[in-house]
């Protein structure tokens, strides 16, 4: 279990770091889309863990999603 979260929190943790650069439109869709769909699955088979770390990739993934479509309609 102590494996499991130092992984989650590494994982976030360079998530978090790369988050200056914005992602183009289709990267921001597709890993929104994933990881939205990874933590319905991992909520659903009992993966919590795994469900708490997609549904913070699932948020930040949001946030980025918003971020490209705020540049796209900015060009």
């Known amino acids: ?5 130092l992984g989650l929190i590494l994982i976030v943790l ?3 770091l790369g988050y200056k650069q914005v992602p183009n439109l289709r990267l921001a869709s597709l890993y929104f889309l994933g990881s ?6 991992t909520f659903f088979v009992g993966e919590y863990l795994s469900f708490t770390l997609n549904a913070i990739l699932t ?5 980025n999603l918003y971020r490209s479509l705020r540049k796209v309609r900015s060009c």
């Open 36 to 41: 939205f769909f990874l933590a319905i699955h």
């Open 59 to 63: 948020v930040l993934g949001l946030i």
């Open 14 to 16: 360079g998530w978090v």
């Open 1 to 5: 279990m102590i494996v499991g979260v």
